[in-house]
């Protein structure tokens, strides 16, 4: 991979970091980015469905209805003219195991993610539908 995409592999994790700060999760806070030929065509972190309240957790637990980033991202593309088919998502957080199934249904061809999850099998769902995936650690790379 050349010198320009690593660049831009790391500005669009940052900026997924920063959108992550949306969040009112208090446990973690997760962005995501969607990116087609060089332009942001969706966006989302992780937070509960429209309506509800912004609490996440309660008694530290994160409630079941919290949508992950991913997921926030990818339905958000439904409801547009945009769509995923060959498209980058640059996320936060390695995605679970959910958010890999709709990644590969939604298209995804390319994942970069910037912080390392305990359970891996969402890493691995997709490396076995052939989904290039990356991890980068941006607290190491600024450029």
């Known amino acids: 991979m050349d010198d320009?995409?690593?660049?831009?592999?790391?500005?669009?994790?940052?900026?997924?970091?920063?959108?992550?700060?949306?969040?009112?999760?208090?446990?973690r806070q997760v962005g995501a980015l969607v990116v087609k030929d060089q332009m942001i065509i969706s966006d989302?972190?992780?937070?509960t469905p429209s309506g509800f309240d912004n609490v996440c957790e309660e008694n530290n637990v994160t409630l079941p209805y919290?949508?992950?980033?991913?997921?926030?991202?990818?339905t958000k593309l439904a409801r547009s003219s945009n769509n995923s088919d060959g498209a980058t998502?640059?996320?936060?957080?390695?995605?679970?195991?959910e958010c890999s199934?709709?990644?590969?249904?939604?298209?995804?061809?390319r994942v970069v993610y910037a912080r390392?999850?305990?359970?891996?099998?969402?890493i691995r769902l997709l490396?076995?539908?052939n989904i290039e995936v990356e991890y980068k650690n941006i607290e190491d790379n600024v450029s």
């Open 101 to 109: 199934k709709l990644i590969i249904q939604a298209g995804i061809k």
């Open 116 to 122: 390392n999850y305990r359970l891996d099998d969402g």
């Open 66 to 74: 919290v949508l992950h980033a991913e997921a926030n991202a990818i």
């Open 44 to 47: 989302g972190y992780n937070g």
């Open 4 to 27: 320009k995409q690593q660049k831009l592999d790391i500005r669009y994790l940052r900026m997924a970091k920063i959108w992550a700060e949306n969040s009112y999760c208090k446990r």
């Open 127 to 129: 490396k076995q539908a």
């Open 89 to 97: 998502l640059y996320v936060t957080d390695a995605p679970c195991i």
